[in-house]
């Protein structure tokens, strides 16, 4: 049955969700930010642990490069504490006791009320570690809640 003409998703597509932070349709980039933004609304977890994109009666599988969230941007500072921006659009507080560093130096924190783990897209990063210290070899985040060490200092790292 005809649904006037649109498709927001089909299920002969294959998407992806890409560790750079933006969507994909088999293999090519999503241009069309307005569409970025509905996938990244629409992107629901299953009762299995894998990601689809629901949109009305429409929903596809997603294949997730490496986290289904990116931090966009970070606002705050150590004593007032620091607010994510997420791709999805929405804001929350970071918790600095879920900071991580993975492999290839890329930063990670949990978010979602902890369910799932998001990836720092670059300008984020620098964002947050103009206020990362370290000492001794290791990264920390100073604030009003405390010390919260996060990964071991090295080469490449800030």
């Known amino acids: 049955m005809a649904r006037a ?6 299920s002969t597509r294959k ?10 349709a088999d293999g090519e980039r999503i241009k069309n930010r307005r569409i970025e933004r509905l996938l990244s609304k629409s992107l629901k977890q299953t009762s299995v642990g894998a990601y689809a994109v629901e949109i009305g009666w429409d929903r596809a599988e997603v294949e997730i490069e490496d986290t289904p969230y ?3 941007r970070v606002t ?3 004593s007032s504490g620091f607010t994510l921006a997420l791709n999805d659009e929405s804001q929350e507080a970071l918790v600095p006791a879920t900071l991580r560093v ?8 949990r978010v979602k009320e902890g369910c799932c783990e998001s990836r720092f897209l670059r300008p984020a990063y620098y964002q947050l570690t103009a206020h990362v210290e370290e000492k001794d070899g290791a990264f920390f985040l100073r604030t009003k809640d405390g010390v919260f060490p996060f990964g071991p200092a090295g080469p490449g790292r800030a």
């Open 5 to 10: 003409g649109f498709w927001p998703i089909s």
């Open 15 to 24: 998407i992806t969700f890409g560790r750079d932070g933006h969507w994909y």
């Open 70 to 72: 990116v931090v966009t």
């Open 76 to 78: 705050g500072d150590p």
């Open 102 to 109: 993975g492999a290839d130096h890329v930063l990670y924190c």
